[in-house]
């Protein structure tokens, strides 16, 4: 299957801080890429779906001020975590589609674990 | 919306039984159906998928089987090994215009398969 990284694959920081957190489709571009959330024993929650080159399209009740998407280029999305509270943990996984004409195949990354302190 | 059901939250097998994995959708437009393999602490892989216009579909020891009329398709595992232990996800999805909208889960089934 197709490779998706992320990076870093886990942090943890301070209450208060920003953290960034890259996404890659290391194989294919990726017109467009997903954010999920996960809590422990659950499933996966969707927060937003960004489309290069275009503002990200947020889920109800997630907040775009506190998570900041870019989706720089076909093959990188970020995802910053502004001013991280400890509610704010969690482990988030980003997912690369392939474009309509291949498919459009979901593949997801590896996950980051951040821990706010 | 979409809405998607799956059963078992669990499910307990013994090395070399069969298992199987239920999903039922909602909405009778949706048209793509993707199952995911989650290890702990892993981002889920996609392990089979299955479109609209084909009843089953196999891949060595994984098939996924879909029932359009009924809105329900499954995953199934023969020759279960204990490396298949891990929680499982379906997902379905339709396409809007010209493009696959966003895929819609259920909540997962800790699949353990016992030595």
């Known amino acids: 299957g197709a490779v998706v990284s992320q990076h870093p694959s886990w942090v943890i920081c301070k209450s208060g801080t920003s953290v960034k957190i890259e996404c890659r489709s290391l194989?294919?571009?990726?017109?467009?890429m997903f954010w999920y959330r996960q809590f422990p024993k659950q499933s996966l929650m969707l927060m937003a779906t960004?489309?290069?080159?275009?503002?990200?399209?947020?889920e109800q009740g997630v907040e775009k001020d506190k998570f900041l998407i870019n989706h720089a280029s076909l093959t990188l999305s970020t995802l910053t975590v502004t001013s991280a509270h400890p509610e704010d943990s969690s482990f988030y996984i980003c997912?690369?589609?392939?474009?309509?004409?291949?498919?459009?195949?979901?593949?997801f990354g590896p996950g980051t674990r951040l821990l706010v302190l | 919306g979409e809405n998607v059901e799956q059963h078992p939250s669990t499910l307990s097998v013994q090395e070399g039984d069969s298992a199987v994995i239920k999903c039922t959708y909602s909405?009778?437009?949706?048209?793509?159906f993707p199952w995911y393999k989650q290890e702990l602490g892993k981002g889920p892989q996609l392990i089979i998928d299955?479109?609209?216009?084909?009843g089953e579909k196999k891949d060595q020891r994984i098939a996924v089987t879909l029932n359009k009329t009924a809105k329900h398709f499954s995953l199934h595992i023969t020759e279960t090994q204990p490396e298949d232990s891990a929680v499982y996800f379906c997902?379905?999805?339709?396409?809007?215009?010209?493009?696959?909208?966003?895929?819609?889960f259920g909540k997962g089934t800790k699949l353990s398969v016992k030595p």
């Open positions: 194989d294919f571009q990726a017109t467009t």
């Open positions: 299955i479109r609209s216009n084909v």
């Open positions: 997902a379905a999805s339709l396409k809007y215009g010209g493009s696959q909208g966003n895929l819609i």
């Open positions: 909405d009778s437009a949706s048209n793509y």
């Open positions: 997912s690369a589609r392939r474009p309509p004409l291949v498919g459009e195949t979901q593949y």
């Open positions: 960004s489309n290069e080159g275009s503002k990200a399209t947020y």
